[in-house]
């Protein structure tokens, strides 16, 4: 409370302490009225309280002009800059030239080199110096891995009825492989170099004589690792150059190259390719190799201890199967998805992630009734399903294309198979494959295990094992 001579000093006193603190009350109003013009009336009635109504009273309306004058020149002049700076943004905006040819010229070594610098995939174990096949995930590539699968499992689980999802475990019973024929079958054709101990697979190499043009005389083989047509074809020129020199026919044209695999080679011709490791006829001629990784489950170390890290996850959906149909109620057609880890012990991991040991799979199990005139239609509609998911995540169309397997290029389960391809820096390769298995599976497993995998048709009072469509996306390379 104050008396009327204190406020009568307040009023009488021209220019003394009291002016200085009311500029000072009227630069910090100004402040809170532009910069926080929420608080305004709160800091009006602060001041009023605090310095006395009658006193600050007297210059209440000079500082609500003062800031209202403020601030219209400040809203004025930062209008102005924001349509200034849009304008000339407008103006200047360009329209990106697209160069068409970039993809075609990128080099695997690039890609790597970016992943490596921007956190995506490094090379595991690499404070060891690494551990062929094997990679690991950073940060922004973990986040890609988690984007395409849970794309993968929106679209074709949780968009869809007809379709259910399991996780099975890495390790099965041993018997599943037994039955399912990878213990006998799931192998990769080897050759081994007698000199630098080096093993390569097989169809992974391509040979060609090196005939010359104008007598049709053959100088010797070449041999090189697969790769896009460009590099094997300047790798199999610089091998030719040295064949033609130690002949003494170097500057001679030869034949165009003819490449086949060294599955397709007969032994005589073998003696004669050059490996890769020590460029003298040193390969072995081809064996298998099977692929699963072997470990041991148990304290005991013995034949029956004996297990397998899974190298595809197929067998965990089929084994599943009676459990799936039973909790569910799905009816013919359904399907099964599984997003999961495989394993193999492949004999040249090579390309990055496109060919690695450990890998991550995105498969469906669809089950189909069976006969001939059924399987064809939705085999095709699976194609067509895949391709329009491969596009939404953003392929190219143009750089995917199919394959698709006849003779013996097909299982023998199989009814059908085709590859949707995709052109990858080192070649046009398999990206997802969309296989009629038939019954095989089922099949195999009833027989393997003693237990009924049928199917009781309620309609037609049918019991019969269903066929199933496969389409098998690997996560890596769709990620490369």
């Not at 220019?15 to 009311?22: F, Q």
């Not at 608080?39 to 609500?64: D, P």
Request: hydrophobic share 35%; proline share 5%; charged share 25%.
């Amino acid at each position: 409370k104050r008396s009327k001579r204190n406020n009568s000093a307040v009023l009488s006193t021209p220019r003394s302490s009291s002016a200085v603190s009311n500029k000072w009350q009227h630069s910090l109003y100004i402040f809170i009225s532009i910069i926080m013009p929420s608080y305004r009336n709160v800091a009006l009635a602060m001041f009023l309280t605090l310095h006395g109504a009658l006193g600050f009273g007297l210059r209440t309306s000079s500082l609500a002009s003062s800031s209202a004058s403020l601030r219209r020149t400040m809203s004025k002049a930062t209008t102005t800059a924001i349509y200034s700076t849009a304008e000339a943004t407008e103006s200047e905006k360009k329209t990106p030239i697209k160069n068409e040819e970039a993809y075609n010229k990128v080099k695997m070594e690039d890609i790597v080199s970016l992943c490596k610098r921007r956190g995506i995939i490094f090379p595991s174990s690499e404070i060891y110096n690494g551990f062929a096949g094997f990679f690991d995930y950073g940060p922004l590539g973990s986040e890609l891995k988690k984007n395409v699968k849970d794309n993968f499992w929106r679209h074709f689980v949780q968009r869809r009825e007809d379709v259910v999802g399991i996780d099975s475990s890495i390790i099965h019973n041993p018997t599943t492989w037994q039955s399912s024929g990878h213990l006998d079958g799931f192998s990769d054709p080897m050759v081994d170099c007698k000199e630098t101990k080096l093993r390569y697979r097989a169809d992974q190499l391509f040979c060609a004589p090196v005939t010359v043009e104008e007598c049709g005389t053959t100088v010797g083989f070449v041999c090189v690792l697969e790769a896009n047509d460009e590099d094997m074809v300047k790798a199999a020129k610089k091998q030719a150059k040295k064949l033609l020199k130690e002949s003494d026919r170097k500057g001679q044209a030869i034949q165009p190259f003819a490449f086949k695999d060294l599955t397709q080679v007969s032994e005589e011709e073998m003696g004669q390719i050059p490996s890769p490791g020590s460029g003298k006829p040193t390969l072995t001629m081809p064996r298998d190799f099977n692929l699963m990784f072997q470990t041991n489950v148990g304290a005991m170390q013995d034949g029956s201890s004996v297990a397998y890290l899974r190298p595809e996850t197929a067998q965990g959906i089929f084994i599943n199967y009676k459990n799936v149909i039973g909790t569910s109620r799905q009816k013919l057609p359904f399907g099964i998805a599984q997003i999961g880890k495989a394993f193999r012990n492949e004999i040249t991991p090579r390309n990055f992630i496109f060919r690695s040991r450990e890998f991550e799979q995105m498969e469906i199990e669809y089950f189909i009734p069976p006969g001939d005139d059924v399987w064809q239609p939705f085999h095709e509609k699976w194609i067509a399903d895949s391709k329009a998911f491969l596009e939404k995540v953003g392929l190219r169309e143009d750089l995917m294309g199919y394959d698709i397997h006849e003779g013996d290029g097909l299982a023998h389960y199989a009814r059908a198979c085709t590859d949707i391809t995709f052109k990858f820096p080192f070649g046009e390769q398999e990206l997802m494959g969309i296989a009629a298995r038939g019954n095989f599976d089922l099949t195999s497993h009833t027989e393997g295990s003693g237990k009924t995998l049928d199917y009781f048709d309620e309609e037609t009072k049918e019991k019969f094992i269903p066929h199933v469509i496969e389409p098998s996306l690997g996560v890596d390379r769709l990620i490369l």
